[in-house]
């Protein structure tokens, strides 16, 4: 076995290394889901159930998972009901 190593080079840091990093929940949920129609939900995804999205209709915007459609109705995990007629967009949210 050597015993003359060669010696380790050690740098000397001169600067504060600032490597923190920040997430923030403020963020634009637009930028990190797909928005998607109706008929592509029910087309697309085989399992429906728990799918978290975005549903946009004209008086409130609903953050919540999907349990289904019945009629002319989405049902949600929140136990509301949203008529389809009055949905602006969904967005299918990104895991």
């Known amino acids: 076995m050597r015993k003359d190593l060669p010696k380790l080079y050690k740098g000397n840091v001169l600067h504060e290394v600032n490597n923190n990093i920040y997430y923030s929940s403020l963020e634009n949920k637009e930028n990190i889901g797909k928005q998607v129609t109706i008929d592509e939900l029910f087309a697309n995804y085989s399992y429906i159930f728990k799918i978290d999205v ?22 949600t995990l929140d136990n509301d009901v949203i008529p389809i007629k009055e949905i602006i967009s969904i967005i299918v949210l990104s895991k």
């Not at 549903?55 to 049902?75: F, L, M, Q, R």
């Open 54 to 75: 975005i549903i946009k209709t004209k008086v409130k915007e609903y953050h919540t998972k999907i349990a289904g459609k019945i009629g002319d109705s989405i049902i």
